[in-house]
C-alpha cells in the first residue's frame, strides 16, 4: 500500500537536502521540533495542515507545489501497485499537475 | 491562512455529492464512521494517510487525482492570499493619488 505520509517525507527530506540544511536549520524556521521534523521526513508521523504549511514556508516552497509534486509521486506508485481506477473527466489530472510541479 | 485539511475535505464532499451519494453510503463502503468522514470533509479533522485513501477508494478516485485537485484549489488560493504587499515602483505614486484627491 502506498502511503501519503511516506511520499510526503520524501519529498520534505529531498527539497532540505537539495538546500543543503539541516534538520535543525529547517525545524528552526519552521518553530516545528527537530525530532517531528525528522518523524515527518521518515514518514513515521502525520504533519498537520498547520505544521506542513510551516515547514513549506521554511523550505521556501508553496503548499500547492508540494502536494502537486507528492500527486506525481503517488501516480507513478500508483501505476505500478495498483489498477486504474475511475478517473473522473473534470479533475486535474497527476499528469496536469507534473507540468507545475518542482522544478 | 489556508488551510489543506479544508480544501481536502471541500473535495472529498464534492466529489460524493456529484456522485449523488450520502455521507452514510461512503462512510460504509471507507470502512470509517460518519462522524469521522463528515468531521473530515468539513475541515475539522486531519484524515491519516490510512483513511484518506480508504475514502479514496470508496469514492473510485485515486489518492494522486485527489491531490492533484487539492493542489489546484491551494494554487488558486494561495494566489488569492499573496496579494502585494510591496509597492512596486509601477504602482501609484504618491504624486498621482494626490491627483485623485479630494475635489
Known amino acids: 500500500m502506498i502511503v501519503m505520509r511516506e511520499v510526503i517525507g520524501d519529498q520534505l527530506r529531498r527539497l532540505r537536502q537539495d538546500q543543503g540544511r539541516t534538520l535543525r536549520e529547517v525545524s528552526g524556521a519552521a518553530a516545528v521540533s527537530l525530532g517531528y521534523l525528522s518523524e515527518v521526513e521518515r514518514g513515521h508521523k502525520e504533519a498537520s ?10 523550505l521556501d516552497v508553496s503548499l ?8 506525481t509521486q503517488l501516480a507513478q506508485a500508483e501505476l505500478q501497485h495498483t489498477a486504474p481506477t475511475t478517473r473522473l473527466p473534470d479533475m486535474v489530472t497527476a499528469e496536469a499537475s507534473a507540468a507545475r510541479s518542482l522544478s
Chains 1, 2 share one sequence.
Do not use: F
Open 49 to 58: 495542515s498547520e505544521l506542513l504549511a510551516a515547514i513549506c514556508e521554511a
Open 64 to 71: 500547492s507545489d508540494l502536494l502537486a509534486s507528492v500527486s
